[in-house]
Structures are given as C-alpha cells and as structure tokens.
C-alpha cells in the first residue's frame, strides 16, 4: 500500500459497553471533553464522539461509540458494533451485578450475534449521512474475536463501598485475555490512560500489519487509511496478551 505524503491517517472504531449506570458516558465525557455529569441520563440508542492522538507522527483517530446499557435499548445499540476494532467492558466496582454481567456482554462479542444483527442492519437503516461510512467502514464485516478488549472497573472513587476486589477484576481479564484497569470518570483517574492504551494497541497491530495484509481496507483515494479488523488473526495479537493494571 503506497502512503501518500503527509496524509497517513488512521479511523478506528471502538465501543464502550456494559450495565446500566456503570459510568460508560462519563468516562467517555471525561476523556474526550473532560467533563463529567453527576446527574447524566441514561443514553437511549448510540452515541459517539472522535478523538485524535498522535502516534509515530501518525493522526491516529478513534471513533468512540457509547452504547445504552439499559436492556429496553439493546435491540437498536448491537447493531452499532459493526466495524468495532476495540471494546471497553465496564463494570461499576461498587455493584456486584455489574461485573457479574460482564460475562454477557462479552458473549455478545463473542458469538457472533453481531452478525445477525448487521444483516438486519444494512437492510434497514440507511446511514449514508454519516462520517464512517464516507470512510468505507459500514462496507466492512468483521470477525468480533479480534477486538482489542480492556475490562473496567469503574468508580474507584467510591473505593469505601467497593463490591468488587481489584484481584477479581483482574483475575476475569486474565482469563479472558483482556487490559485491565479500574477508573474514576469523576476523579479522572486512569481514564485518559485506559483509552490510550487500547488505541496504541489497535494502533501497534494493525500498523504492523497493514503493509503485508489484505484484512485492513485502504482507502487511497481519500488519501486515508481506514481500518477494521476483518480476519481472526488479530486475536493472536490483541488477545493474548496479560492483563494490565493500574491505579
Ligand atoms: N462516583 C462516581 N459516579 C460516577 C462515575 N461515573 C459515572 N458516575 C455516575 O453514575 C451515574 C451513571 O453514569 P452514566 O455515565 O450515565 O452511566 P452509563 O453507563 O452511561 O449509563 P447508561 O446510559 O444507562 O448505559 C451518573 O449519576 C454518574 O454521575 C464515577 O467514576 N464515580
């Protein structure tokens, strides 16, 4: 793939899911606005917003999608992982619920359900008006094993009411393959890092790969390079990796 001058530029999607109420919209606030929402409504359908970052004098950008956690919302908000190159699970640390739910939304990751729903999807929906499909991303099937994945923990602040140990937040994500860290969207701490973190890995794998590879789709003509995951191969890279944690 021939890199044209001064114009590299890379778009990855990434979704944040999990329960209800977690803080999945404040952390992102947090990250892309630094603010945060004491009083935050629960989101109905999707919402996203794009950062950039700058990674081997690369404009790296990553499209970050807040999903509704609540159920009543969940049948429009799955079809939203299409295109998904990385995942953040969150858990609230002080709801043991919330981290027991964790195992289903990683099924939903896992099992292929996505694919139903992105048939369903293209059938329905015409979503020309927005910016990732200009990109060519919406053309893109993708296998959901590949995702770069970090668990969560979310309201460290509220440590003195915590429900769930540091040590099984981060016994489940080495199991499952996944970073770890556990975050405070009201404090701030860990979130700009957890988000980093994911992206330079997306970044890592797919840079290295992109040059000898047919999974990522270049789109020279915009003088771009837009990337989804499209194979399994990236799971031997993004998921093998051990747990990462931080406080
Ligand atoms: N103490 C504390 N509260 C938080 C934190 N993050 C979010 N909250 C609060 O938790 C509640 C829910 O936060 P949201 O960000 O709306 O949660 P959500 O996961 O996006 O919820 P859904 O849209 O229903 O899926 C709000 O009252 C937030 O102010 C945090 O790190 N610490």
């Known amino acids: 793939m021939e890199e044209e001058e001064g114009g590299e530029e890379y778009l990855f999607k990434?979704?944040?899911?999990?329960?209800?109420?977690?803080?999945?919209s404040n952390l992102l606030s947090r990250y892309a606005r630094n603010e945060f929402n004491m009083n935050s409504k629960a989101t109905i359908g999707v919402e996203f917003?794009?950062?950039?970052?700058?990674?081997?004098?690369?404009?790296?950008?990553a499209q970050i999608w807040d999903t509704a956690g609540q159920e009543r919302f969940r049948a429009v908000t799955s079809a939203y992982y299409r295109g998904a190159i990385g995942a953040f699970i969150v858990y609230d640390i002080t709801r043991r619920t919330t981290f027991d739910s964790v195992a289903r939304w990683l099924g939903e990751l896992?099992?292929?359900?996505l694919t139903t729903d992105r048939v369903v999807f293209n059938r329905s929906w015409d979503y020309k008006g927005l910016e990732w499909?200009?990109?060519g991303i919406s053309e893109q099937a993708h296998s959901d094993t590949t995702i770069a994945r970090m668990l969560v923990g979310n309201k460290l602040d509220l440590e003195n009411i915590r429900a769930v140990?540091?040590?099984?937040?981060?016994?489940l994500a080495e199991e499952e393959g996944m970073f770890f860290m556990e975050t405070s969207a009201l404090d701030s701490t860990n979130v700009r890092t957890a988000?980093?973190?994911?992206i330079k890995d997306i970044y890592n794998n797919v840079s290295r790969k992109v040059l000898?590879?047919?999974?990522?789709?270049?789109?020279v003509?915009?003088?771009?390079?837009?990337?989804?995951?499209?194979?399994?191969?990236?799971?031997k890279t993004t998921q093998g990796k051990s747990a990462c944690c931080s406080r």
């Open 14 to 24: 990434v979704v944040i899911i999990g329960d209800s109420a977690v803080g999945k």
């Open 49 to 61: 917003q794009t950062q950039s970052m700058e990674i081997d004098g690369k404009e790296v950008k």
């Open 110 to 113: 896992n099992n292929g359900k």
């Open 133 to 135: 499909t200009r990109h």
């Open 165 to 171: 140990s540091v040590e099984e937040g981060k016994s």
């Open 195 to 198: 988000f980093e973190m994911v």
């Open 212 to 219: 000898n590879s047919d999974s990522y789709k270049a789109d």
């Open 221 to 235: 003509s915009l003088n771009r390079v837009s990337l989804v995951n499209n194979n399994d191969e990236g799971s």
